[in-house]
């Protein structure tokens, strides 16, 4: 597999926290001047071989939306959990110091979105309908290449990436899949269905999502960014997006790092509640 040696690099951060942007100036100060360095938050604007985001996993899901052209990220983790933004302050320094020798690119499937023939922004984590109204059901009908898959009311749905298994679908009650795996994860939410359950389909499948509830407006989101108005007479199609995600690979194992993140997520609330 290609090496890339990164010659122009790019840091992107979103807020103007003072710990996100001491991390910044630290950042710089570990890339010196062994590399080009243009710090922003406006992406259009940057022309360079990898980026560092500094902040949460919505700094890396804005950041990917709003990309021209695909860039491997590497996320530096100032939020809360982190799964894509998979490096602490901590470790930053010994994998910045692994990148600037060059790095492998691992890549990530998204969705793409298809509203009424209108292509919407891709999913890196997955794409969510849900009910416009609280305590109120949506009923639909999901069809995996034309074959009906479920005729359910719920909350609503969370179509996921492997990537976004680990997001809002794990906390639906979905699997923790390896992102190594050319598929994409269904989630029901709330479904008044005991026989509802969560399923994976291959990466190829092609998903077509039909309201049935005229009357029951929902709300289509993409990855926490993007919202849409989602009505009866919609059509809503869902497929692996041609485009995947490129990100610096860490060497971090999937599994290790989902073990560690839970692990810390559960031992950090334990002591909040003690």
């Given at each position: 597999m290609?090496?890339?040696?990164?010659e122009r690099i790019g840091i992107v951060h979103y807020h103007q926290y003072s710990q996100i942007l001491d991390m910044v100036e630290q950042v710089k100060k570990i890339i010196g001047d062994r590399a080009d360095v243009t710090v922003?938050?406006?992406?259009?604007?940057?022309?360079?071989?990898?980026?560092i985001t500094v902040g949460g996993d919505g700094t890396i899901l804005r950041a990917i939306?709003?990309?021209?052209?695909?860039?491997?990220?590497l996320g530096i983790n100032m939020?809360?959990?982190?799964?894509?933004?998979?490096?602490?302050?901590?470790?930053?320094?010994?994998?910045?110091?692994?990148?600037?020798?060059?790095?492998?690119?691992?890549r990530r499937s998204r969705l793409t979105v298809m509203h009424n023939n209108r292509e919407l922004p891709q999913a890196m984590n997955e794409v969510v309908i849900v009910t416009s109204m609280p305590a109120k059901m949506v009923h639909y009908k999901i069809f995996v290449d034309?074959?009906?898959l479920e005729t359910i009311r719920a909350d609503?749905?969370?179509?996921?990436?492997?990537?976004?298994s680990t997001a809002y679908a794990m906390s639906a009650g979905g699997p923790i899949v390896d992102p190594r795996l050319n598929a994409i994860i269904i989630v029901p939410l709330a479904?008044?269905?005991?026989?509802?359950?969560?399923?994976?389909?291959?990466?190829?499948s092609t998903i077509r999502f039909e309201p049935l509830s005229s009357g029951k407006d929902s709300t289509l989101i993409i990855d926490g960014q993007h919202t849409q108005p989602v009505t009866?007479?919609?059509?809503?199609?869902?497929?692996?997006?041609?485009?995947?995600?490129?990100?610096?690979d860490t060497g971090i194992k999937f599994f290790s790092r989902v073990r560690n993140k839970l692990v810390e997520w559960r031992v950090g609330n334990d002591v909040h509640n003690g």
């Open positions: 290609t090496r890339i040696k990164p922003s938050s406006d992406m259009d604007s940057l022309d360079v071989d990898v980026i939306q709003t990309m021209e052209k695909p860039v491997p990220v939020g809360a959990l982190g799964f894509l933004t998979n490096v602490d302050p901590e470790g930053a320094e010994s994998v910045i110091e692994r990148m600037l020798e060059g790095f492998e690119v691992d034309d074959n009906e609503g749905v969370v179509f996921a990436t492997p990537t976004g479904p008044f269905k005991l026989s509802s359950r969560p399923s994976i389909i291959s990466g190829e009866g007479e919609d059509s809503i199609i869902i497929k692996q997006s041609p485009k995947p995600a490129l990100f610096v």
